[in-house]
Structure formats: C-alpha cells, structure tokens
T-cell receptor, first 110, second 112 residues
C-alpha cells in the first residue's frame, strides 16, 4: 500500500512565525504535491516537485516555499505565517498517473 | 479550460438505499478520471480510477463508476449505502500538464 504521512495532524502557530509542514512517502515516487483545501474553494495546488531539488509553482504559491532535499520528503514552508494561511494542507505523491494523499495538516494561525 | 463539475453540493440518502453522485468534466482529450473520498478531518482516499478500457470500473468499499464519453460524465454509484459512507466525495481529472483538477465536492449524509 502507498503510504503518505504528514508530520502533524493539527498545528497552531502565531502570525509571523516560520512554519514547516513535512510530508514523507515510502514508495520512491518522483512527483510530490502540496495543496490547500478551504471551504467553498476546493483543493488548490500550491507547489509540486518532479524530483529531488526540483520545484514548480502551482496555482497559489504566494507566501509559501518548498524544499525537496530527499526523494521521500517534501516540505512546505510558510516564511511568515499569516491568518489567511489558516487552512487544511494536503500532501500527495504520484505514481502511474495516480495521486495518493496524506492525512492532512489542519493549520490555525492566530 | 478544463473543468470538473459536481452538480450536487449535498446529498442525503437513507441507509440501504442506492446512491449516484454525478460528475461532468470538460476536457478535449481522453481523460484520466478519479473519485476520492474524504471523511471529516481526514485526507483524500482513492476510491477508483479510469484510464482506459472497460468503461465500468470497480473500486473499494463497494463503489463503482461508469465513464460515458458521449455525456462527458463519470458518475459514482453504490447499490446500498452504509452509514459509514457519510463523507465528502471528489471527482477529479488529469488535465494538460499532467495536473489533477478537482470538482467542488459532494457531501453525502446518510439517514438511519
């Protein structure tokens, strides 16, 4: 079974803090993705990565950066968290055209 | 532009009743199609997918979906719904650039 894990299920941070969300997959997938999910807006792609050290902007990259130093790990970074980044964050990895999702991290920025 | 439409935002069915969730897509080429399910506070779980071949695909948890090219549809069905099926369901299509485009989701409620 494909397994995608995210470091935290729930996270509370303060405005201005630097926030790291970690995602790990154990299936040697090359492609990994970060989405955010908000009521009424659905899932929106933030960043994705085709391989180690490679990254591409998605639809809403502003305020975010990513890091892919190892194939199995894809990190989403909020350089200076803001309240409008309160959301559910979903990581996915892809093989054979199919994306597999992690359990999500619900982030609250106060 | 490619898009995925799930016309029903909410659906309520009685336990044991049949279920059909609608999905329409707009995409010029032959699409790769998916259905995912999301329980409250959880990530998305893949129910089934269609890439090619038999247009009726079977998935997990007793779900199936039928690809109808003439109607640009990929509706999800289950003959008898269980209370544990209450969740949000997302249809998705792989579009140009090999990206996944999601519908807005359908929230299913199951009455006892």
């Amino acid at each position: 079974d494909v397994k995608v894990t995210q470091s935290s299920r729930y996270l509370v941070k303060r405005t201005g803090e630097k926030v790291f969300l970690e995602c790990v997959q154990d299936m040697d997938h090359e492609n990994m993705f970060w989405y955010r999910q908000d009521p009424g807006l659905g899932l929106r792609l933030i960043y994705f990565s085709y391989d180690v050290k490679m990254k591409e902007k998605g639809d809403i990259p502003e305020g975010y950066s990513v890091s892919r130093e190892k194939k199995e790990r894809f990190s989403l970074i909020l350089e200076s968290a803001s309240t409008n980044q309160t959301s559910m964050y979903l990581c996915a990895s892809r093989t054979g055209g199919t994306q597999y999702f992690g359990p999500g991290t619900r982030l609250l920025v106060l | 532009a490619q898009s995925v439409t799930q016309p029903d935002i909410h659906i309520t069915v009685s336990e044991g009743a049949s279920l059909e969730l609608r999905c329409n897509y707009s995409y010029g080429a032959t699409p790769y199609l998916f259905w995912y399910v999301q329980s409250p506070g959880q990530g998305l779980q893949l129910l089934l997918k269609y890439f090619s071949g038999d247009t009726l695909v079977q998935g997990i948890k007793g779900f199936e979906a039928e690809f109808k090219r003439s109607q640009s549809s990929f509706n999800l069905r289950k003959p008898s719904v269980h209370w544990s099926d209450a969740a949000e369901y997302f249809c998705a299509v792989v579009t140009a650039g090999n990206m996944l485009t999601f519908g807005g989701g359908t929230r299913l409620m199951v009455k006892p």
